[in-house]
């Protein structure tokens, strides 16, 4: 059973920066497409960023966020740095089974597993 397991979320000020991170167990997706999803309350699931042998970033975090990958540890990172209070969501990391088309890789039809979120909080 695939389970995605994410930590490191919490409260930060303005400015400040946290790494998430997203453990997968039950098998290994060093080839496949991981990804950080997050939601705002009354909004819907939106992409942040993906990897896959390149990274891709939605536009609201590119240049603050950087998104990695440890394949020996099966995890994926999520470095979130100048946080902004309208970063806070709850964010989940996803996975998908086998190639995908980078034109879908913001979907989150795409990816076939999810982790449980995390709590991001910024305060202003």
């Known amino acids: 059973q695939v389970q995605l397991v994410e930590s490191g979320g919490g409260l930060v000020q303005a400015g400040g920066s946290l790494r998430l991170s997203c453990t997968v167990s039950g098998r290994t997706f060093s080839n496949n497409v991981l990804g950080w999803f997050r939601q705002a309350p009354g909004k819907e699931r939106e992409f942040v960023a993906a990897?896959?042998?390149?990274?891709y970033y939605a536009d609201a975090v590119k240049g603050r966020f950087i998104i990695s990958r440890d394949n020996a540890k099966n995890t994926v990172y999520l470095q979130m740095n100048s946080l902004k209070p309208e970063d806070s969501a709850v964010y989940y990391c996803?996975?998908?089974?086998?190639?995908?088309?980078?034109?879908?890789?913001?979907?989150?039809?795409?990816?076939?597993?999810w982790g449980q979120g995390t709590q991001v909080t910024v305060s202003s």
């Open positions: 990897i896959t042998a390149n990274t």
């Open positions: 996803a996975a998908k089974n086998g190639p995908t088309f980078i034109t879908t890789l913001k979907r989150t039809s795409t990816y076939d597993y």
